[in-house]
């Protein structure tokens, strides 16, 4: 039999990472007899292990180089949730250079799997309620702002590793105008908002049903300085699962109103201007989230996201229809697509 070096030093790479946090969470919690078992991972090099034992269960978030570099950012977003009353978890212990935090366990009651339609109103008055507190309480001055070059970066995926690298098409210059047009219009939508706290992954896979006081919140370690409309589209027209556009609007308008009622929006943004606010800053995440999905598998292996790639799309095309300036997108955009299966893997 023969060995693969590189393979090898992975093994042994993996076995001596497993032998550290465990080492880690038994000094913590002072129990010897620690164990670990698999949580969830996300879209990053991150993994959660959830520890057993005798005093309960917790969790262990495992950040190895480069990751640890954002523990400082996910400490400091976790201290600034927790402190305007949100249900973020307590942190028990931490070692930033190792990348190792032990925080409360929020349990595996996802939203995603709980929303349907006698439950969503419910679940969404408790999310909503925490986007209220977020955009009204949390101190976000500080936070880097999520400015034009940020979001013409994340655009950018999109022709990238969606049209290129997942559909293998051929970009001509006249279309990149087009393209390059339509991204100018939704950066310059989003630099028009005012601009509050921003979690950036407010949605089903990221809210815990804990208790009646809120959701848990998890994977907030990239907020920044944004538009107050991104969050709410982010929950609303999830890239997870879909609701019918009456309902959608009907919570937006009513988050509008509550932002207005508490003084954190200008009364003259009518509801008009809220809902082309909502619309462009949900285009101009999901466009982006397009390239990321298929970002998921070409680089890291993770085969999963592309089958979301059609709500994904749908998404894009149903709203960008309802605007005339961006006709001339949407047909380049059905162009290249065609007739492609956008969930089936390009070799």
């Known amino acids: 039999m023969t060995f693969d070096t590189n393979d090898l030093v992975s093994s042994i790479?993996?076995?001596?990472?497993?032998?550290?946090?465990?080492q880690f969470a038994r000094a913590?919690?002072?129990?010897?007899?620690?164990?670990?078992?698999?949580a969830s991972e996300d879209a990053s090099l991150r993994s959660y292990w959830r520890t057993r034992g005798a005093?309960?269960?917790a969790i262990l978030m495992d950040a190895p180089p480069p990751e640890n570099e954002k523990l400082a950012a996910w400490l400091?977003?976790?201290?600034?949730?927790r402190s305007a009353g949100l249900h973020a978890p307590e942190v028990l212990a931490e070692d930033r250079e190792a990348g190792f935090?032990?925080?409360?366990?929020l349990g595996t009651r996802l939203f995603l799997p709980e929303l349907n339609e006698s439950s969503v109103d419910a679940l969404y008055a408790q999310a909503l309620d925490a986007l209220f507190a977020m955009q009204t309480r949390v101190d976000a001055r500080d936070l880097p702002p999520y400015d034009e070059q940020r979001l013409m970066t994340e655009l950018e995926i999109m022709p990238t590793w969606f049209l290129q690298k997942h559909l293998g098409v051929r970009i001509e210059c006249d279309e990149w105008d087009v393209i390059e047009l339509a991204f100018r219009r939704l950066i310059d939508n989003a630099l028009t908002q005012p601009r509050a706290f921003l979690f950036r992954d407010f949605h089903s896979r990221n809210l815990l049903v804990v208790d009646d006081n809120g959701p848990g919140l998890v994977d907030f370690q990239d907020a920044l300085l944004g538009p107050l409309t991104y969050d709410l589209v982010s929950l609303l027209r999830d890239c997870y699962i879909a609701w019918d556009d009456a309902r959608v609007y009907a919570w937006a308008e009513a988050h509008r109103l509550r932002l207005r009622d508490a003084g954190a929006l200008d009364a003259e943004i009518d509801a008009r201007t809220w809902r082309r606010w909502f619309d462009l800053m949900g285009l101009q995440r999901h466009i982006k989230v397009l390239g990321i999905f298929c970002r998921l598998w070409y680089r890291d292996g993770k085969r999963g996201y592309l089958n979301d790639l059609p709500r994904v799309w749908n998404y894009v095309r149903s709203v960008a229809s309802q605007y005339p300036e961006f006709a001339d997108f949407v047909a380049l955009m059905e162009s290249k697509i065609g007739g492609h299966d956008l969930t089936r893997v390009q070799t």
Do not use: F, K, W, Y
């Not at 790479?13 to 465990?22: E, I, K, V």
């Not at 400091?76 to 949730?81: G, N, S």
């Not at 935090?101 to 366990?105: K, N, Q």
């Open 13 to 22: 790479s993996a076995t001596d990472r497993a032998a550290q946090r465990l």
């Open 28 to 38: 913590a919690l002072n129990d010897p007899a620690i164990t670990l078992e698999s």
């Open 55 to 57: 005093h309960g269960s």
């Open 76 to 81: 400091d977003i976790d201290a600034r949730l």
């Open 101 to 105: 935090v032990l925080m409360e366990d």
